[in-house]
């Protein structure tokens, strides 16, 4: 089993910037894509990022390429999402995830994390 958890969450004013962590445990995630996916009030979780298993490969969604930066140090066994030019759009609960498949889609995943909390004040 993995076991993932986040953290790196908080406030930050709009146009700043954050960087959440995806640790995970049990087991190496080498093997698997880490995605990012997001949770806004009222809303469905949605797609934010993916890595490759190599690291080699990811993925945005629209809304947010070009401001954040998915990445994986393997020696830590650790998944990284820099937020730059953060929009109040962004607040949600952040997830991270692990899956055998590289794939935008929530279904692909096996493991996931608790959460953290993201708020982007105006």
């Known amino acids: 089993q993995v076991q993932l958890v986040e953290s790196g969450g908080g406030l930050v004013q709009a146009g700043g910037s954050l960087s959440v962590s995806c640790a995970a445990s049990?087991?190496?995630?080498?093997?698997?894509?880490v995605g990012w996916f997001r949770q806004a009030p009222g809303k469905e979780r949605e797609f934010v990022a993916v890595?490759?298993?190599?690291?080699?490969?990811?993925s945005y969604a629209d809304s947010v390429k070009g401001r954040f930066t998915i990445s994986r140090n393997m020696a830590k066994n650790t998944a990284y999402l820099q937020m730059n030019s953060l929009k109040p759009e962004d607040t949600a609960v952040y997830y991270c995830a692990a899956g055998v498949r590289y794939s935008t889609r929530q279904r692909e995943y096996d493991f996931w994390g608790q959460g953290t909390q993201v708020t982007v004040s105006s």
């Open positions: 890595i490759s298993s190599g690291g080699g490969g990811t």
């Open positions: 049990g087991r190496t995630i080498s093997n698997y894509a």
